[in-house]
């Protein structure tokens, strides 16, 4: 049963009763050899003049969670080290992997929206939304979200999986891009493929999505079936691509993210 958190605003801080998730960069401090977030395991006190920032996140049976970044020479504390994120997914539950993925893009805009980017004045926390608001003229920015959108391309019992530029481990996966101005979702679908792998596609189907805090995506996640073209490559963003069939996958994403999520979902449909 998934995890309901209650978001808001603004909390009394009570250091008994709440949760910090503490950030430095973007690696947060958890208790070694145990799978969950940092409770109040962490001795607050002692870490007070290492914090930088802080906000409010969520309410979960009575108790507030916040989160606050560490300065870059803070040292874990004993029976604690810094773990990267991104390889969490798929180690935690997944509704506490998207508290800590959604407290880090909330760090994120907090650390990148000090200023105001019209008039250059110090921003405030706005009181009654999740917004920086600057006092000299008023100006208000919004947490930014980007989407993207992620598909897996069939052909029959083949789908199309492609090794990234910017993958580490040297793992296939399906395509993905950032939706541009003026576009839908399924037009950036027809682009990224044709740019990606020179493809055209059809029978664009809405699979689901997933917010990914690398810093602060949506992914929206699409099927599509291949109607014509040669796979074709730059080079670049795009180092490999081919057709697969489920007794020849490479290396694929680990599990948790929705790219595995589309591979699975393929892989079932042919047994």
């Known amino acids: 049963m998934a995890v309901y958190f209650e978001p808001g605003l603004s909390c009394k801080v009570d250091e008994e009763t709440s949760y910090w998730l503490l950030f430095k960069g973007n ?20 870490l007070r003049k290492k914090l930088v920032g802080s906000q409010y996140l969520d309410q979960l049976d009575g108790r507030s969670f916040y989160v606050a970044e560490l300065s870059s020479d803070t040292v ?32 994120h805009w907090d650390r990148t929206h000090q200023y105001c980017s019209q008039c250059g004045v110090r921003t ?13 003229c008023s100006f208000v920015n919004y947490p930014r979200i980007s ?42 679908v027809q682009r990224e493929v044709e740019e990606e792998v020179g493809l055209k596609v059809k029978n664009i189907r809405y ?5 990914w805090p690398f810093p602060d995506s949506l992914m929206v996640g699409f099927t599509a079936e291949y109607a014509s073209g040669d796979i074709t490559i730059d080079k670049k963003e795009i180092l490999d691509a081919g057709w697969f069939t489920v007794e020849q996958l490479p290396k694929i994403p680990g599990i948790g993210s929705i790219a595995r999520q589309l591979i699975d979902r393929f892989v079932q449909k042919q047994e």
């Open 27 to 46: 690696e947060i401090l958890l208790l070694n050899n145990k799978v969950q977030l940092t409770l109040q395991e962490i001795d607050l006190f002692r």
């Open 207 to 211: 699979f689901g999505s997933q917010p």
């Open 147 to 188: 989407p993207a959108i992620i598909v897996a391309i069939t052909r029959g019992r083949e789908i199309l999986l492609a090794k990234g530029s910017c993958f580490q481990g040297g793992f296939y996966s399906v395509l993905a891009g950032f939706v541009e101005l003026g576009e839908t979702f399924e037009d950036c």
């Open 76 to 107: 874990a504390t004993e029976g604690m080290s810094f773990y990267d994120l991104r390889r969490l997914l798929g180690q935690i539950p997944e509704d506490l992997f998207f508290l800590a993925g959604k407290a880090y893009q909330i760090l």
């Open 124 to 136: 405030e926390n706005k009181m009654d939304e999740r917004a920086k608001i600057c006092p000299s």
